[in-house]
């Protein structure tokens, strides 16, 4: 007991005369350490206080894994980022701006006063006294609720509420390794197809692989692809009688599965167009070529014939009709 009494005594000094000290020489201690400085309440206290002819941004942030703050994670590298930008452009201390951090657990009693529920917030403390004094609004805050996570949002606005006064710029280190990666990546890219141009030109330069690929695309955005997208249409949907039903009614609506049918319907049509056009010309033997006819004449008779049964079922004043359906 004694010993405490006795510790007591000798620090009782000593905190009276960090009381009294100076504005110029609270800022001086506050910027001559690393930024941003790292707080609790009695610095906090004895930083923020009046008077001041000098400014100080603090930080109140929750980095404790038991308070799940990602946002507070996230900012905390920029937010370093930001005070030692600052701070090393600044080296005359020509804007009076100093930067301090504190964390939730060093903090409790200063966010039990504020009544703080969320995390981070920055605290933007005007000079009380000097050129720059604002004794009409002393402290200006910054919620980070609209999703802040960045330092170049903080610098714009702790910009425009210092007003003429430097404003250091922001310097991002140099990411060797970013480099290093991306030059790596874009040598082995290019040496890939160097070697592999002799074996890839011919496959790119086919006409055919073109258009099959043209060929899919079209069938794919004609059937109502980009439809299902925008509108998130059902795959299908029930009948009401235990059933399922793959198309919906009214040329407005449409099912997913609905979509590949028709695609699919399609495609049948067009590759039976093209082998009348194309291949059917070319076979030597004419009774081959009869067969050949006929049979593709069916096939798109057929499949035109069910493509118009759809539209009658999606709209049952459709007019036309072919058999067999």
Request: net charge positive; aromatic share 10%.
């Amino acid at each position: 007991m004694r010993v405490l009494q006795l510790a007591a005594a000798v620090l009782l000094p000593l905190t009276a005369l960090a009381a009294k000290k100076s504005p110029e020489e609270r800022f001086s201690e506050a910027h001559a350490k690393p930024q941003p400085v790292k707080l609790d309440d009695r610095s906090y206290d004895a930083l923020t206080k009046a008077p001041r002819d000098y400014s100080v941004a603090v930080l109140l942030t929750a980095m404790d894994a038991r308070f799940g703050c990602q946002l507070c994670h996230e900012f905390q590298p920029e937010w370093e980022l930001l005070a030692r930008s600052w701070t090393k452009g600044d080296k005359g201390a020509e804007s009076r701006l100093a930067f301090g951090t504190l964390d939730f657990l060093d903090g409790k009693a200063t966010f039990q006063s504020m009544q703080l529920q969320t995390a981070p917030v920055m605290l933007l403390f005007h000079p009380t006294q000097g050129p720059h004094a604002r004794p009409d609004k002393p402290m200006e805050r910054l919620d980070f609720n609209t999703g802040i996570n960045k330092a170049d949002t903080v610098h714009q606005w702790l910009s425009r509420q210092l007003p003429d006064r430097p404003h250091p710029p922001i310097v991002r280190p140099i990411q060797y390794v970013k480099i290093a990666v991306t030059t790596t990546a874009v040598l082995g890219v290019i040496t890939f197809l160097t070697v592999a141009a002799p074996y890839i030109l011919p496959i790119i330069q086919n006409r055919n692989l073109w258009a099959a690929i043209s060929l899919i695309a079209v069938l794919l955005f004609t059937s109502g692809h980009m439809f299902n997208h925008i509108r998130k249409v059902p795959y299908v949907a029930g009948d009401g009688k235990g059933g399922v039903s793959y198309f919906a009614g009214g040329f407005q609506n449409q099912f997913g599965l609905e979509t590949q049918i028709v695609a699919a319907l399609y495609g049948v049509l067009a590759f039976a167009t093209i082998s009348l056009a194309l291949k059917v010309p070319r076979m030597a033997d004419p009774k081959s070529q009869s067969v050949a006819v006929l049979v593709w004449g069916g096939v798109l008779l057929v499949t035109y014939s069910f493509l118009l049964s759809v539209f009658r079922v999606k709209n049952g004043g459709y007019p036309f009709w072919l058999p067999p359906f």
